[in-house]
């Protein structure tokens, strides 16, 4: 870590981000891709949410747990994409200081809720389907709402020391973040602070959040996966993997993206620093694109509730 005393030490206002820094000829490519997942991902997310509200056969919890999960997606992506596309259009780099450290903390907190709510839709199809006929005393509405408030204190409160850590570091005369978002990795790099606490927290936390999670979806589909191996009646087990299968392939792919995510990061000398960049910008874009559709496609329900919907319109 270099010594304070090789920076000047006026404070920073305001960062500069650099996306690609050694291929910024992506941008132009990229931009317009980018563009039509960012309107497929408000569009349908918009039209999932609309269509729950409106159609009355819809007001169930695991249907209250889906707009719970399109209302995270929104907000990622409101909170990412649109400054990445004003860069790659405008070539507007700046952010001020503490919009910066907002986009931080919405991003880190937002995906453990993802995470979390993965989790929670999890255990509503292990009821379910393990315990059919307990599920309506057990996933209620009010048992929706404590998993909401659950969902965003947890999450919330866990993620909010990362951005208030970075803030709190001392940021000498450099502000160009190489990055197209505001990273706690990209940024607290350019303090003349040791920032060893920041980063290790940031690990376990993370991690934390995420793994308890990952282990919990794990056993609900474990034991899912044991009680329809025991269905004799024909046709009944498939249907009930069905009901799971909406859940599980987003799940999966949720998993895959973070963890390819992850292991570029830890193989970022060798590979171009370019790639995590744009990866990040992906899984912030791709599962909330995904998500809506999914759900479109393989549920019945939503299904029929869109066309109904398209109808009135």
């Given amino acids: 870590m270099a010594s304070p005393s090789n920076y000047s030490t006026a404070p920073v206002s305001e960062f500069l981000l650099i996306c690609f820094p050694n291929y910024q000829s992506w941008q132009h490519w990229l931009s317009l891709p980018l563009s039509l997942l960012f309107l497929l991902a408000m569009g349908a997310n918009a039209t999932l949410l609309l269509t729950i509200q409106l159609e009355a056969s819809l007001h169930e919890p ?36 503490s919009a910066c450290f907002l986009q931080m903390f919405i991003m880190n907190s937002f995906l453990t809720m993802e995470s979390c709510t993965f989790m929670v839709m999890a255990y509503d199809r292990y009821v ?7 599920y309506p005393s057990i996933i209620t509405d009010h048992f929706v709402v404590r998993a909401t408030i659950f969902v965003v204190a947890r999450n919330g ?16 005369a450099e502000n160009t973040i190489k990055n197209c978002i505001c990273t706690n990795l990209s940024v607290s790099k350019l303090s003349c602070d040791d920032i060893t606490f ?15 999670d ?7 589909y474990s034991f899912i996966l044991k009680a329809v191996l025991r269905i004799k009646a024909e046709g009944a087990a498939a249907k009930a993997l069905s009901t799971c299968g909406s859940h599980f392939i987003l799940i999966l792919f949720f998993s895959t993206v973070l963890l390819v995510l992850v292991i570029t990061n830890l193989a970022r000398k060798r590979i171009p620093p370019d790639v995590p960049i744009l990866l990040n910008i992906l899984h912030h874009l791709i599962p909330p694109a995904l998500n809506p559709i999914v759900y479109g496609v393989r549920t019945k329900e939503i299904k029929q509730g869109i066309q109904k919907l398209l109808r009135r319109l």
């Fill in 198 to 212: 920041n980063r290790l927290y940031q690990f376990v936390a993370g991690w934390t959040l995420l793994g308890s």
């Fill in 214 to 220: 990952l282990i919990l979806i794990v056993l609900s």
């Fill in 128 to 134: 379910a389907i393990c315990h059919p006929l307990r």
């Fill in 62 to 97: 695991m249907y209250y747990l889906l707009s719970l999960l399109s209302l995270l997606d929104i907000v990622l992506c409101l909170t990412v994409i649109p400054k990445v596309l004003a860069i790659f259009w405008f070539d507007l780099r700046s952010i001020s200081f």
């Fill in 157 to 172: 409160l866990f993620s909010l020391p990362v951005p208030v850590l970075s803030s709190r570091l001392t940021y000498c």
